[in-house]
């Protein structure tokens, strides 16, 4: 039997709230209707009274779970897409990110951003929103790319008294699998070498890691071994880990479904660049989705955003110089 991201999401929020009475759930029809993509499906019937169905204001939904971790509960809110998540941004990055620095308590909310693309989504619904959130101090920002990681780290940020955004992939949902859930996890702040190589480092996130994955098992047929490293966490942001992949293949090659302006891909190119200059055989270079709001036709946007496709061409052409 096998279990898909989606419900390693439902296994975990179930987890959380048996473990724990502090830890409730907020958001727009998560009650009776189970959440726009299902993720608290029953939940509500299992957990009577704390599965409870919001206004239709983001602003408001996160203010309610600021109120209430103040006064010591552990909050857990969805956003139906990652998109709407801005109405709630000034709550989140002016209050629940600043609550701890400036009166010493703690605030303990997780925000699942429902991340990322999908076919025919176009640019309401599909955007990632890592980096924005990313570059305020005081939150955490996790974005699993497995189903061992959707549930593992979704428990921790549960668990972590500070704010956490919590970026699961649409894609992802129904289209990763595993066996099993997880008995032990790699802490929040660590990032995984996906794949050992020798030629070449690609670092990604999300469901850009298997489209990075599928190319490094692309290109081991021509000879080429791919080092891939799966952030897992990109604040905080494991740059050990990727210096050392720089270090042991002298190429570097950042991949990131969001737009280029400020992302992720900037800062970990930055870094190695800054910290790491002289490990470098070639210019790192990264590949992100093109500037530009997100199309709705799928052609349109399978060609927006990055692909297994185009992934290795970057990578063939770092290769070469």
């Not at 204001?57 to 006064?71: F, K, R, Y």
């Not at 990604?204 to 098992?217: K, Q, W």
Request: glycine share 8%; net charge negative; aromatic share 8%.
């Amino acid at each position: 039997m096998s279990i898909t991201y989606l419900e390693a999401i439902r296994e975990a929020q179930a987890k959380a709230l048996a473990d724990d009475p502090r830890v409730f759930i907020y958001g727009q029809d998560v009650g009776a209707f189970g959440g726009a993509f299902k993720a608290t499906k029953n939940l509500a019937q299992q957990f009577p009274g704390r599965v409870i169905d919001s206004p239709i204001s983001e602003d408001a939904m996160v203010g309610a779970a600021i109120g209430a971790a103040i006064e010591g509960m552990r909050p857990i809110i969805e956003m139906q897409f990652a998109d709407f998540s801005t109405p709630g941004f000034n709550q989140i990055i002016n209050h629940a990110a600043t609550l701890y620095w400036r009166t010493q308590t703690p605030c303990p909310i997780t925000i699942r951003l429902p991340s990322g693309g999908t076919s025919g989504s176009g640019p309401f619904h599909s955007q990632s929103m890592e980096a924005i959130y990313a570059h305020y101090p005081g939150v955490i920002v996790m974005t699993p790319a497995t189903v061992e990681d959707a549930y593992s780290m979704l428990l921790e940020a549960v668990a972590i008294d500070d704010p956490v955004i919590f970026c699961e992939h649409k894609y992802l949902y129904y289209h990763l699998k595993a066996d099993k859930l997880p008995t032990e996890a790699m802490p929040v702040g660590k990032a995984r070498i996906a794949r050992a190589g020798r030629d070449l480092t690609i670092v990604a996130y999300s469901a850009m890691l298997h489209e990075a994955l599928a190319v490094a098992e692309e290109l081991a047929t021509e000879g080429t071994e791919i080092e891939v490293v799966d952030l897992r966490t990109i604040k905080p942001l494991d740059t050990d880990t990727v210096m050392a992949s720089v270090a042991r293949t002298g190429r570097l090659l950042c991949v990131g479904e969001a737009w280029p302006w400020g992302g992720v891909t900037a800062e970990v190119i930055a870094r190695v660049a800054t910290e790491g200059f002289g490990l470098l055989d070639a210019p790192p270079q990264r590949l992100n989705a093109k500037d530009t709001p997100i199309p709705y036709h799928p052609n349109l946007w399978s060609t927006h955003r990055p692909t297994a496709r185009s992934i290795a061409t970057a990578a063939r052409n770092l290769l070469r110089s």
